[in-house]
């Protein structure tokens, strides 16, 4: 199975900083990672699909790049409304696999 | 707009066996264009993908849950479900039923995810 590793697991920004989770996958995915926002008592919503590009409504605040085993999710300027659990996931190979989470609260 | 929802039991007792039904609105399970999938998380734990069922009835499981799951689907109905046999403690989760991408392999939808506790 392809390991997937989040950092940081948790962080505390102040609205309009910069915020920025990485995710490595235990072995070359090429861009095939997604990622996901979940808030609390809801469902996971897919925010950004091969490693780049944007789910469709997903604010341009959001960007993510990367490829191969390294992959970043950028918050250009936190929102009050983004304060949630994001997590990644390959999709390069089954069995699926996820990153265990960063939790991004306001400070 | 696409909806699932998740029905089932909240609790099962150990060795007994967890059943969970996905009704799916706005799409048919039969469109070639998706996998109907089932992903858990255990409390304070990780998403972990249980398996997926094709239109055309092929399926795949985790490696790790692959002797326990059976995952079926019912066009008549437009629903899929989940079978997973011989439960423990461990098995404890939200369990998602969702829709997962056949050409961009990305999970487009869930559903809201009810916690399922095993104990007696």
């Known amino acids: 199975d392809i390991q997937m590793t989040q950092s940081p697991s948790s962080l505390s920004a102040s609205a309009g900083d910069r915020v920025t989770i990485t995710c490595q996958a235990s072995?070359?995915?090429?861009?095939?990672l997604n990622w996901y926002q979940q808030k609390p008592g809801q469902a996971p919503k897919f925010l950004i699909y091969?490693?780049?590009k944007l789910a469709t409504g997903v604010p341009s605040r959001f960007s993510g790049s990367g490829s191969g085993t390294d992959f970043t999710l950028t918050i250009s300027s936190l929102q009050p409304e983004d304060i949630a659990t994001y997590y990644c996931?390959?999709?390069?190979?089954?069995?699926?696999?996820f990153g265990g989470g960063t939790k991004v609260d306001i400070k | 707009q696409v909806q699932l929802q998740e029905s089932g039991p909240g609790l099962v007792r150990p060795s007994e066996t967890l059943s969970l039904t996905c009704t799916v609105s706005?799409?048919?399970?039969?469109?070639?264009?998706?996998?109907w999938t089932w992903i858990r998380q255990p409390p304070g734990r990780r998403l972990e993908w249980i398996g997926s069922i094709y239109y055309n009835g092929s399926a795949n499981y985790s490696p790790s849950l692959k002797s326990r799951v059976t995952i079926s689907a019912d066009p008549s109905r437009n629903q899929f479900s989940l079978k997973l046999t011989s439960v423990t403690a461990a098995d404890t989760a939200a369990y998602y039923c969702?829709?997962?991408?056949?050409?961009?392999?990305?999970?487009?939808?869930w559903g809201q995810g009810p916690l399922v506790t095993v104990s007696s």
């Open positions: 091969d490693a780049s």
């Open positions: 706005g799409v048919s399970v039969s469109s070639a264009n998706f996998y």
């Open positions: 072995q070359d995915i090429t861009n095939s």
């Open positions: 969702a829709r997962l991408g056949a050409g961009v392999p990305v999970i487009f939808s």
């Open positions: 996931q390959q999709s390069h190979n089954l069995p699926l696999t």
